[in-house]
Each structure stands twice: as C-alpha cells, then as structure tokens.
C-alpha cells in the first residue's frame, strides 16, 4: 500500500477561474435552550477549495445532506462563509459594498431543483419572469417584449405571460425558472438539481436546453446532482462531495475510469451499465451504514467508517488520525485520500476494461467504421457509376 503525507501543497489558482473558493467553511449552529445557547454546529462545508473555469460546467455530486446546495448558495453569496473566501471574476464577495453586490448578482443566478415550490404561484409568469429586470432596472420600456423574447428562448409560447405557474407542467415551470435565471444575462448559473423533481421522460428535454443555451451564451455551470450519471455528458469537470469535504475533482475521463477515491468507486458502482455483460463482469462495492452526523463528523478522513479500501488496508491508523488533503494524483485530476494511489490501481467501481474497448473507445469505433467502409466500397463505386447516367 501506497500512503502520502499529509503535507500536499494546494494547487497554484487556476487563471482561467471565475470562481475560486478557498478554504469554505459553512457551519450552521444548533441553537438550544430559552437564552438559545449553542450545543453544537453543523458542519455543512468543511474547508474546501476549488475553481471553476470560464465557460466550463462544472458538476458536483455526492449523497443528500453532504453540502452541495450549501456550497452553490455560497457560489453566488445566498450564504455568507463561516471561514474562507469565494472570489468571482477575482473579486472576493464578502468585500463587496451593496451597490457592487447588486451588480455584480446580476452576473450570477441560480435554477432551484424544486420547479413547484420556487415560482410564486399568485404571480403571473409575466411578473415571474420581468421581476429580476426590475430588480436590475433593465429592458424599461419593452419589459414584457423581453419576457417574450426569454419565454420562446426556453421553448415556452410567448402567448402565456399571463398564465400562473399551476396551468404548467413541471417540465414548463423548469423552463420559466431558466427564463428568470436568464433575464438578468448572467454569466454563472448555479444548477441546483435541476431535473431531479422531474419525469424521467423530460429530464432530458431539460438538461439539453441547459446544454444548448450554454453553447448560446458561453455561460459558466456548476450543476449540482445525486447522481454521477446525469452530469457526465455535460460536464467538463466533476467534483464529488461527502460529508461537508470535495473528495474527489476531475475531468470526466478521470472520475468515470480511474476515480482515486473509494467513495468515488462506490457511487460509480450504484450507477447501472446498459450492458449486461459488463455488468456481469463489474466489481461493485455496496456502501454500508448510514451517512455520519456533520455535527460530529467522524475523525481523520471523514469516509474511514465506510471505506472499503480502509478495510482492505487492514485498517491503517492515519486513515482515523490525518484528514487527507485534496491532492493531485494525475493531469488535471485531484482527490482526498491517504492511499488514492492503491484506489488508482483497483477496478472496483468501473466496468470491465476489456468490454469497454471491445464496444466503446474511439479507437474500436474508428476500426469498425474502417472496416464498414471496406465493405462497402465495390457496392458504393457501382452505384456511383450508375447514377451518374452516363
Ligand atoms: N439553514 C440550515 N440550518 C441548519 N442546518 C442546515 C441548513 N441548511 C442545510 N443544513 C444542513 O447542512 C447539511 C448540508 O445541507 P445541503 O442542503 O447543503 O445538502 P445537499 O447536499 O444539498 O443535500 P440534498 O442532496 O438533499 O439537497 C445538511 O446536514 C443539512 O441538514
Ligand atoms: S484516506 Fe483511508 S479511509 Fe479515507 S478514503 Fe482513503 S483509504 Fe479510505
Ligand atoms: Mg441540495
């Protein structure tokens, strides 16, 4: 086993960031008693550093209750940090007067996961939607022609201004929150699940327009999900969440084939394979016992009590004395373990190497196109020779 000290220096700050945390803590304090005394604290974020790019969508993923919304809610100042600071566009946010908050919001937005409970069912979609450019003292004049404009721009009739949110379907009210979110012409926009409280057959109707409008107007995503198959296809990046701390950050490739975290491996093996004989072939592992509290979260890495590898290693003592920091383990990819190195190394989680380059790399693709093109070659060259007539 492969065990690295404690002592990783933190990344040098990526300049091509429009948002940078650095070391974010956001705890929540449980209040008790008459004269409301604190008996302890929630440990929601817990010391986590990260950036996201411009242009890029980054997605974040992890269990319910480890901090995702908390952290987006951060991203864009909804939640003041306990410790640590967000900067966006170089600019920290807790330094920033009213007047410069107010205009510097205008870049940010946020589409809630909850498509009923977040529009104000005694508004009409009209107010819903002209109410951030009031806000934001824009479009005076021709209000309502933006709003048309914003409604066929989510793929909504222009006609409907004066609908209520209860007359939509859910998949519509998700288009009227992105019609908001998009009024004010933001930059970054944070995505808290926003599909998850819809049907499956129009999820994906969804997630292409956040696709497609992101292509329009080069906005920069975080796009926050339970599940690591959903933020697969569109992010550039994907950072994994547990209890409070990012364990694992990286491009696609990287977390879906070679994650360096246990916990990583152990979410991608719930995540099912459309191919029965990988599947069959796949080492999964099942994670066991509940969540910990983050109001005493357990000590060193905060996973230790859940880890498969933890259990595999004969249960070495950092794993329960050193909280290991997130650490660069390969090009561009980091994670949070003491022994990520022996997690490189295991299969457990991905599905079967030989399956996936007998059906899916580019290279396999490529050589049966070839091959195809063989084939039909004589046939093409026939037929050719016949349309033209002559
Ligand atoms: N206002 C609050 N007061 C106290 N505790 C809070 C508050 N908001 C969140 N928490 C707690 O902080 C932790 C993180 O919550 P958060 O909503 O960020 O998690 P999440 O990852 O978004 O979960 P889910 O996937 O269920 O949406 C949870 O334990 C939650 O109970
Ligand atoms: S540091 Fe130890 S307990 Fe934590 S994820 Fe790595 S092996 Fe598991
Ligand atoms: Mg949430």
Redesign the pocket.
């Known amino acids: 086993m492969t065990s690295v000290a404690n002592t990783a220096a933190a990344p040098a700050r990526d300049p091509g960031a429009l948002v940078d945390v650095q070391n974010l803590k956001?705890h929540?304090p449980?209040l008790t008693g008459v004269f409301q005394t604190e008996a302890g604290r929630?440990r929601?974020?817990d010391d986590i550093s990260f950036e996201i790019r411009k242009g890029e969508t980054l997605g974040l993923v992890?269990?319910?209750?480890?901090?995702?919304?908390?952290?987006?809610?951060a991203l864009i100042r909804l939640r003041n940090p306990t410790a640590g600071k967000v900067f966006f566009d170089g600019r920290d946010l807790m330094s920033l007067s009213r007047g410069e908050l107010r205009r510097m919001r205008r870049r940010m937005q946020i589409i809630f996961?909850d498509p009923y409970g977040s529009l104000n069912p005694r508004m009409t979609v009209g107010s819903i939607v002209s109410e951030p450019l009031e806000t934001h003292h824009l479009s005076s004049g021709h209000r309502m022609d933006r709003v048309r404009e914003l409604l066929a721009l989510v793929g909504l009739n222009p006609n409907y201004t004066n609908r209520y949110p209860h007359e939509f379907s859910g998949g519509q009210r998700q288009r009227i929150g992105i019609a908001r979110a998009l009024a004010v012409e933001p930059e970054f926009i944070v995505c808290?699940?926003p599909i998850s409280a819809l049907d499956v057959s129009i999820q994906a109707q969804v997630l292409n327009l956040l696709v497609e409008l992101r292509e329009q107007f080069g906005l920069t995503y975080l796009f926050?999900a339970?599940d690591l198959s959903v933020v697969r296809h569109i992010s550039d990046r994907v950072g994994v969440?547990y209890l409070?701390k990012l364990v694992e950050l990286g491009p696609p490739t990287a977390i879906y084939e070679s994650p360096g975290h246990p916990y990583t491996r152990a979410l991608l093996s719930a995540v099912p394979i459309p191919d029965p004989k990988a599947e069959r072939k796949r080492r999964r592992v099942i994670l066991t016992g509940d969540v910990p509290?983050?109001?005493n979260p357990p000590s060193g890495c905060r996973f230790h009590t859940r880890c498969w590898l933890y259990e595999r290693l004969g249960r070495p003592e950092n794993c329960r004395t050193e909280d290991p920091p997130l650490r660069q383990i390969g090009d561009d990819h980091r994670a949070a373990c003491h022994y990520a190195e022996d997690a490189l190394k295991s299969d457990v989680g991905v599905a079967h190497l030989e399956d996936r380059v007998r059906r899916g790399t580019p290279a396999a693709v490529a050589a049966r196109h070839e091959a195809a093109a063989q084939a039909a070659v004589p046939h093409e060259q026939g037929a050719g020779v016949a349309g033209t007539g002559e």
């Open positions: 956001i929540f449980i929630v929601a974020v992890g269990e319910s209750g480890c901090g995702k919304t908390t952290t987006g809610r996961q808290d699940e926050i339970h969440m409070g509290s983050p109001v």
